[in-house]
């Protein structure tokens, strides 16, 4: 039996509210950059939260064929924009994934910004004057389809809604297809549009803070909203030594589970089985990570559920394994929120920094882990697992690991 | 990846014409249709007013009078079908096994209803005043958490959104979760419901049969124009071959093979080469090591819309050769309709009762013959016929393909 | 229009908190507690609270929803509000 390929990390593309494109992103993020700022994308009055993460300096233009464009909904531009960045980073060109042996995967939580836009012109004003195009770009499996149509790829193409996880799913399917389908490149991450349902719905669930992002604070109130895309390139190891290409980090493997428990409240049981799991798949034990890039939404239930499951995890190493939310400076991207983390994983590994978990004052004892308060701090990161956990249980971990041959 | 044989050992299913696996196999047997009047919302905007509608589902029956109140129809259908799956596979969940089945779901477009009805309440209450227990549905995984919820399956849960080929994408999904030993028994289910926002969207585009012609699903027939839009939901229960002998599970059938393709042509519109579609169904038959003589039988995606009957045709020549001709290839959305998400797994629970029953079913409303789809469609009426592997077939204009072989249980 | 008889609106309010939770009126008491005897969680409790600002055209601060455990809670604070 043939060896399975050993997949790597060597593109990554990163449109979002605190810069796009993988170098200005990760020097806003390693200075603890906000991109937190006042919501323009609709109409916030009479709601106690007139913040979130919007990426406001977004040229389609710039990564997509002009009259391409007025074809995509948003949540598609950002994604191809990524993607885009994300084969120019990897030092490839699009002809090179052109073909069946590349898959698209995405990840997603409220899917084609169009769908909203068409929404909201039939409840405003019927059904008369619905606009053909928004109609035909209104569903969410049009967001992996124009991917896949754009970079003419032909192989597997995979739309995963699992929200605040999905990024997470569609990176780990990845690893899955070059493992065991002779999938030589994988597009993988995931994308979100700010959308007014989703503004709505946290803060009726009281779920969001009024002004800012604070995990594991003792007096945090709950998450920001934002959006943006994570897109990576995955390779064959052989293939991206072939081609002498940049590795940032090697995929060892990932974990999911489910808790089976509530539509949206987090089990801490279910959460630490997923960290176990990841651990498992991947051959390692508790004692070899070195970075949980967490969920760290911010609101009370989730740093709380996450934090003991760290712990029961991590057991006598817990509260000494760096666990930083990136959540603090983005806001909670949605699907592509463990998408831009687990590229956030990959540069801390390759750099040795550790990005900040900002806006941190009051240590919280029920979430006695160390999140890398505020400031960067430099460690070799030698194995990353990113946590995303999604509502209705859909839980996820993610390993990574500095690439050695 | 550890080829483990996976087979199917429980079935479930809703369908316009019959709920249950028996009633659903019983009505394909004698060509009943389930495309009728549509009753669960008002018609009188569109040209169209029919649809593959599961007007006899009552949930309460299936689901118990409790705790349905804030889930949607595409969710209430979905757990139905969940529901027979598990009791026709006998597998019963424990915490002993919890941890190791999963289920994986197919949907795409329900969530649109569930996203107009919130945006509806914002606007007609204010959107200080939205219900908190309505948000949770506008997220397209809902369905397959709360089967997860409802059945206590904690392995993982995943949902698989590609439109017209996400039941088979969802199937190939699951097989590799359990060649991966990530599960043991995985549950494959898919949905759509049908609303009023999808029926509008659809007759905006003209997609629907009755806008440019005759108001009928007639695959493969010279009057097509269109496809019946339908809801339904259906269920299967994967397991590992060996796990399942352990138990003495009733087995169904085999996955030989399933392959998804993305074919980079445009937005909505088919490919005219089709190449997706025959990349798929190639390399379902090279993975599963069979001859394109030993499929005996094909259920087709076909669906009633003239470029996705006649180059599903032209593919099926493509690939089987001088031996097309001699191979039935049935259309049964003819009878329930194009579902989308739901399409595929109500595809292969017919090819299970096909092999089950030796059985051919019918391509329904079949009168006047295209000469660019003269496969032998099994017209009007089933017939016996040996059936000991199914090929199914899926795709849509938009780019994804999938394909997949199944075939009857050889216990070795 | 004359304002409603406040047993009126109680009658109103312990029919619909009655259907959220799925219980026949008869069974939902005035000071049968919400969580700790029927067994609720925390989104029936936001459904609950939801339905009562919605239908009174009310805002109940976040920090009073805790103390909403029984009907009679409820009826409390709307009194104060209406």
Redesign the interface.
């Known amino acids: 039996m043939n060896k399975q390929p050993r997949v790597v990390v060597t593109g990554i593309g990163i449109v979002s509210s605190i810069g796009t494109g993988r170098k200005p992103f990760w020097k806003a993020l390693t200075a603890g950059t906000s991109g937190i700022s006042r919501i323009t994308t609709f109409d916030t009055t009479g709601f106690k939260c007139q913040f979130g993460g919007e990426v406001h300096d977004f040229s389609p233009e710039r990564y997509i064929e002009k009259r391409r464009v007025k074809f995509l909904g948003r949540a598609s531009q950002l994604a191809i924009a990524a993607s885009s960045l994300a084969i120019e980073d990897a030092g490839l060109v699009p002809d090179s994934i052109a073909h069946s042996k590349t898959a698209v995967l995405l990840g997603t939580t409220m899917g084609e910004k169009p769908l909203e836009d068409l929404v909201q012109s039939w409840v405003k004003v019927g059904i008369r004057d619905l606009d053909r195009r928004r109609i035909l770009q209104a569903s969410a499996n049009n967001l992996s389809a124009n991917v896949a149509l754009y970079f003419k790829t032909k192989g597997q193409n995979y739309l995963f809604p699992t929200a605040c996880a999905a990024g997470n799913y569609a990176i780990g399917y990845g690893y899955d297809l070059i493992r065991n389908d002779g999938i030589d490149y994988v597009l993988a991450g995931g994308s979100d549009a700010f959308f007014y349902v989703a503004y709505i719905g946290f803060q009726r669930l009281y779920a969001m803070s009024p002004d800012r992002c604070q995990p594991f604070d003792k007096n945090r109130k709950g998450m920001m909203l934002g959006e943006g895309s994570g897109m990576l390139i995955l390779e064959r190891l052989e293939s991206a030594l072939d081609r002498g290409a940049d590795i940032y980090a090697e995929v060892l493997g990932y974990g999911l589970s489910c808790d089976a428990f509530h539509p949206t409240a987090p089990d801490p049981v279910g959460l630490a089985k997923s960290m176990k799991n990841a651990l498992a798949q991947s051959g390692l034990t508790y004692t070899d990570v070195d970075l949980i890039c967490s969920h760290g939404t911010g609101t009370p239930s989730n740093d709380k559920a996450e934090a003991q499951a760290i712990k029961s995890v991590f057991k006598d190493r817990a509260k000494r394994i760096p666990a930083n939310s990136i959540k603090s400076m983005l806001g909670h991207c949605m699907g592509a929120a463990s998408a831009i983390e687990a590229a956030s994983c990959c540069l801390a590994i390759k750099d040795g920094i550790i990005p900040p978990t900002i806006n941190y004052e009051t240590p919280d004892p029920e979430c006695d882990i160390d999140c890398v308060p505020n400031i960067a701090r430099k460690k070799t990161v030698n194995v990353a697992l990113n946590n995303g956990f999604a509502f209705g249980g859909n839980n996820s971990c993610l390993v990574l690991r500095k690439f050695k041959k | 990846m550890d080829r483990k044989r996976i087979v199917i050992t429980g079935v479930g299913v809703v369908a316009p014409n019959g709920i249950g696996k028996e009633a659903f196999w019983q009505a394909l047997k004698e060509g009943r249709s389930g495309i009728k009047a549509i009753t669960l919302f008002d018609t009188s905007p569109f040209l169209t007013k029919q649809a593959g509608e599961c007007s006899d589902f009552s949930p309460e029956e299936h689901l118990g009078s409790k705790g349905l109140r804030n889930l949607d129809r595409a969710t209430k259908l979905v757990l139905s079908a969940t529901k027979l799956a598990l009791e026709d596979s006998g597998y019963i969940l424990t915490d002993q096994n919890r941890d190791d089945t999963g289920v994986v779901t197919a949907t795409t477009l329900s969530v649109i209803n569930n996203i107009s009805e919130f945006t509806k309440e914002a606007q007609d209450a204010g959107p200080q005043f939205v219900n908190p227990a309505a948000f949770p549905g506008t997220t397209i995984n809902s369905p397959s958490s709360q089967i997860s919820i409802r059945f206590g399956i904690k392995a993982f849960n995943s949902t698989v959104s590609t439109g017209y080929t996400a039941s088979l994408d969802a199937l190939k999904y699951a097989a590799d979760f359990i060649g991966l030993k990530r599960a043991k028994a995985v549950l494959v289910a898919g949905v759509e419901a049908l609303f009023f926002q999808s029926f509008l969207g659809f007759n905006k585009l003209e997609f629907l049969a009755g806008i440019k012609g005759e108001e009928i699903s007639c695959p493969f027939d010279k009057r097509r124009n269109g496809i019946i839009l339908a809801e339904g939901a259906g269920a299967i229960l994967l397991e590992d071959a060996a796990d399942a002998q352990k138990r003495n599970a009733r087995i169904y059938g085999q996955l030989d093979a399933v392959k998804t393709f993305f074919d980079p042509f445009r937005t909505g519109k088919y490919n005219p080469k089709a190449d997706g579609l025959k990349r798929a169904m190639q390399a379902v038959l090279k993975d599963a090591g069979i001859e394109p003589s030993s499929v005996d039988y094909i259920l087709a995606a076909a669906n009633s819309v003239v470029n996705q009957d006649a180059f599903e045709t032209r593919v099926i020549k493509e690939t089987f050769g001088n031996r097309a001709s001699k191979i039935p290839v049935s259309a049964i959305k003819s009878m329930i309709g194009e579902s989308i998400s739901a399409a595929g797994i109500l595809q292969i629970i017919a090819g299970i009762g096909a092999m089950e029953h030796q059985i051919l079913w019918p391509t329904i409303n079949y009168k006047e013959k295209d000469p660019k789809c003269d496969l032998d469609c099994v017209p009007y009426k089933s017939r016996k016929g040996t059936v000991n592997t199914v090929l199914i077939n899926d795709f849509g204009p938009g780019g994804n393909n999938a394909s997949a072989l199944f075939s009857r249980w050889h216990n070795e | 229009m004359a304002p409603k008889n406040f047993e009126v609106i109680k009658q109103e309010v312990k029919k619909a908190v009655a259907a ?1 939770i ?1 219980i026949p009126e008869s069974k939902l008491t005035d000071d049968i507690k919400f969580i700790e005897d029927l067994g609720i ?4 409790a ?2 609950i609270v ?2 009562i ?2 239908k009174y ?1 009310i ?1 109940i601060p ?1 920090e009073d ?1 805790p103390k909403m455990r029984c009907l009679r809670d409820i009826y409390n604070s709307l009194e104060k509000k209406l």
């Open positions: 959220i799925e969680d925390s989104m029936m936001l459904e939801a339905s600002e919605k055209k805002v976040e929803i």
